[in-house]
Nanobody, 116 residues
């Protein structure tokens, strides 16, 4: 079973930048699309971005133009560069396949707080 470990979250001011990283165990890279999700307090987990093994990336309208997803299959890592952060971006961020296969367990996530 593949497991995910997210890191890189923290406190950042509005307009600032932050880069998240996810390390996945197992052998899913080069086969499955990977993505980032987030869950804000009182809300359901939502999809943020997708990066296929090859091809074009996709983003939620709320982050398009500000976030950039990338992957390194050799290292089994997925990154999310977040620029021009807004308070509404505050959430716990998770990585997983897109869509989630129901086989891998959701990781602990990494908390991003955008506040002055």
């Amino acid at each position: 079973q593949v497991q995910f470990v997210e890191s890189g979250g923290g406190l950042v001011q509005p307009g600032g930048s932050l880069t998240l990283s996810c390390v996945a165990s197992g052998s899913i890279f080069s086969i499955y699309a990977m993505g980032w999700y987030r869950q804000a307090p009182g809300k359901q987990r939502e999809w943020v971005a997708t990066i296929p093994n090859s091809g074009v990336t996709m983003y939620s309208d709320s982050v398009k133009g500000r976030f950039t997803i990338s992957r390194d299959n050799a290292k089994n890592t997925v990154s999310l560069q977040m620029n021009t952060l807004k308070p509404d971006d505050s959430a716990v961020y998770y990585c997983n396949t897109v869509p989630p296969r129901g086989i891998e367990t959701w990781g602990q996530g990494t908390l991003v707080t955008v506040s002055e």
